[in-house]
């Protein structure tokens, strides 16, 4: 009877070290995800006015206020290194990226630990945001600690973009020339 | 101090020795479907084939949303640095120009010398042709736009750049403001497609067109033999060894030829050369004037015309100039 109390014992405490293990590997993937420079969910809204464009971009953070900041953050990171997709049904064409390198922030990171700094620069290129806190559809809580948060907000991508070329991080269409 | 200043010196001399590429010219130009479909166009009887051809003069006096569109599209280029030559104005300075020639004297009452080719090059002309189509579709009481623009090397004749799709349809917007969303749509997509024909071209060359061709009062033709360097071949080889050994990496494509003539395409020219121990910008006029030189020394003492066709294409012309 000792035997099997034992036997059980050893099991549960298998199974529990297994599900923690899991758990701890699936946070480190999400922890991993949420700071990748590669990971950004952003659709195209529609066609923005004269020099910008209308994207809506998601967010994670520990609170709301967190994760919308960490949208607008993303949503010029991706203006500079990605480009935006296609708006669906033809709202809007795919927008390239500024700088055609991927690497391009571990080669400036200097500069750009300071331009995405809390109130940093890119703030500038940051035209029109939901602030107020986004509710329904736009504001899911993931789990306890993280809430993933939509906006849509109004990029100034041509201003963003003569930034990057007089920093000298992007080439101008008539370099050379 | 004086170690500083020498640097700086040295900095701002090895700055001025580099030169600037050629800036290829772009124009916006309507395309045929849309000349023809607007009824912008002229029909002409030639031997007895009907001929139609756009009427661009008409096209840019009349239809208004092609003004819209070339003047946002000439706006974005203008920003990004390539202010576009603007088809209306050539078109108006060649009628003013034709007059001036005609009527110009001189006081000993000479007239300007004016070839026959002179005046058929006396047309509106760029090195990058913005090809544009649209139109405005109904479905039911929706309207659309159907967009097209092609960046159409005028020498290759390759398509460089081009951003085409149809936009949402909408039953509120006017169809001006569809065709301003459309043009802010696309303009990046083609941009960023140009982008990556201007990085090609400085990483691989300026691509051109090169023709060899031979006056009919020539002494020798393409496939009369020559010795060079203890090697006897024809002439016609050794220019295509002039070309492997002064295009970039060798690129180049003989797609054509007879004893008469050879059609070199994809030729990639180097973006500069150097003279008086200064950068400057490379054209195919100059690198065909290269290959003049070589066959004007021995072993083949020859004679030749170039003839320039814009940036991106040259005529070398054998026998005589």
């Known amino acids: 009877m000792k035997k099997i109390k034992n036997i059980t014992s050893l099991l549960v405490v298998v199974v529990l070290f297994a599900v923690n293990c899991s758990a701890q590997s699936k946070n480190k993937v999400r922890k991993l995800e949420y700071n990748s420079t590669y990971n950004y969910e952003v659709a195209t809204v529609a066609v923005g006015v004269d020099g910008t464009k209308l994207i809506k971009v998601w967010g994670y953070g520990k609170k709301v206020e967190d994760a919308i900041r960490k949208a607008k953050q993303d949503a010029v990171a991706c203006a500079i290194s990605r480009g935006f997709p296609a708006g669906a049904g033809g709202r809007?064409?795919?927008?390239?990226?500024?700088?055609?390198?991927?690497?391009?922030?571990?080669?400036?990171?200097?500069?750009?630990?300071?331009?995405?700094?809390?109130?940093?620069?890119?703030?500038?290129?940051?035209?029109?945001?939901?602030?107020?806190?986004?509710?329904?559809?736009?504001?899911?809580k993931v789990n306890k600690k993280t809430y993933k948060v939509g906006v849509t907000i109004s990029i100034a991508f041509n201003e963003l973009r003569k930034e990057m070329e007089k920093e000298g991080i992007a080439r101008s269409l008539d370099s050379g020339f | 101090m004086k170690k500083i200043l020498t640097i700086l010196l040295v900095v701002a001399a090895i700055a001025n020795s580099y030169g600037q590429a050629k800036k290829p010219t772009i124009m916006v130009v309507p395309s045929d479907r849309l000349c023809i479909s607007k009824n912008f166009s002229m029909t002409f009887d030639n031997q007895g084939t009907e001929i139609v051809l756009p009427d661009y003069k008409k096209a840019l006096q009349t239809d208004g949303d092609l003004r819209l569109i070339i003047s946002k599209m000439s706006g974005i280029m203008a920003d990004r640095g390539f202010p576009l030559k603007d088809l209306e104005q050539e078109l108006k300075n060649l009628e003013q120009q034709a007059a001036e020639t005609s009527m110009m004297m001189s006081k000993g009452g000479s007239e300007l010398a004016e070839s026959p080719i002179d005046m058929l090059k006396r047309t509106a002309k760029a090195d990058i042709i913005m090809d544009l189509d649209f139109e405005i579709k109904q479905q039911g009481p929706r309207k659309y736009?159907?967009?097209?623009?092609?960046?159409?090397?005028?020498?290759?004749?390759?398509?460089?750049?081009?951003?085409?799709?149809?936009?949402?349809?909408?039953?509120?917007?006017?169809?001006?403001?569809?065709?301003?969303?459309?043009?802010?749509?696309?303009?990046?997509?083609?941009?960023?497609?140009?982008?990556?024909?201007?990085?090609?071209?400085?990483?691989?060359?300026?691509?051109?067109?090169?023709?060899?061709?031979?006056?009919?009062?020539?002494?020798?033709?393409?496939?009369?033999?020559?010795?060079?360097?203890?090697?006897?071949?024809?002439?016609?080889?050794?220019?295509?060894?002039?070309?492997?050994?002064?295009?970039?990496e060798g690129r180049f494509n003989l797609s054509d030829g007879t004893s008469n003539f050879q059609k070199y395409e994809q030729v990639r020219i180097p973006m500069f050369y150097e003279r008086n121990g200064k950068q400057r910008a490379m054209d195919t006029r100059r690198f065909v004037n290269n290959l003049r030189k070589y066959l004007a020394k021995e072993p083949f003492m020859m004679e030749c015309k170039v003839y320039m066709r814009g940036l991106g294409e040259a005529h070398l012309i054998i026998g005589e100039k």
């Open chain 2, 145 to 248: 736009i159907v967009f097209t623009l092609n960046g159409l090397d005028a020498y290759t004749s390759k398509n460089v750049a081009s951003a085409a799709g149809t936009g949402a349809p909408s039953s509120a917007a006017a169809p001006e403001l569809l065709l301003e969303e459309a043009v802010l749509s696309y303009m990046d997509e083609f941009n960023g497609r140009l982008m990556t024909h201007f990085e090609d071209m400085f990483a691989k060359g300026r691509e051109v067109k090169v023709m060899v061709k031979v006056w009919d009062s020539a002494e020798y033709d393409l496939e009369d033999e020559f010795d060079l360097n203890g090697e006897t071949d024809e002439f016609g080889i050794f220019i295509e060894d002039w070309m492997a050994d002064n295009t970039v």
């Open chain 1, 92 to 140: 809007a064409a795919a927008t390239p990226a500024i700088v055609t390198d991927s690497d391009v922030f571990t080669k400036n990171e200097a500069y750009f630990t300071t331009f995405f700094e809390p109130g940093g620069k890119y703030l500038q290129y940051v035209n029109l945001s939901t602030d107020a806190p986004p509710s329904g559809a736009d504001r899911v």
